[in-house]
């Protein structure tokens, strides 16, 4: 079955850096882009990146275009994001995600907190 398992969170000053990983299987991974959505206390999940399969092409939320990174590393069935010049209003759980057919799949999501 699908298992995405994220990780990589943690409390950071503004300002603050953190490199967030999500690790796949269940699935061929090499096949599909891969997403990061969060989730801020109060709001609705958010997309934030995404990145083809082979990880070539990337897109990003307006909201944090310039300060974070998707990557992956098909050989390890892995995808990171890497968020950088954190602001409090980045707090939000972070999810890896993947949509196979019709169906989206998620991981149990990995906290990021940004304060001071």
């Known amino acids: 079955q699908v298992q995405l398992v994220e990780s990589g969170g943690g409390l950071v000053q503004p300002g603050g850096s953190l490199r967030l990983s999500c690790v796949a299987s269940?699935?061929?991974?090499?096949?599909?882009?891969m997403n990061w959505y969060r989730q801020a206390p109060g709001k609705e999940r958010e997309w934030v990146a995404t990145?083809?399969?082979?990880?070539?092409?990337?897109n990003y939320a307006g909201s944090v275009k310039g300060r974070f990174a998707i990557s992956r590393d098909n050989a390890k069935n892995t995808v990171y994001l890497q968020v950088n010049r954190l602001k409090p209003e980045d707090t939000a759980i972070y999810y890896c995600?993947?949509?196979?057919?019709?169906?989206?799949?998620w991981g149990q999501g990995t906290q990021v907190t940004v304060s001071s």
């Open positions: 990145i083809t399969s082979a990880g070539v092409g990337t």
């Open positions: 269940g699935f061929t991974f090499s096949n599909y882009a």
């Open positions: 995600n993947v949509k196979i057919g019709f169906l989206h799949y």
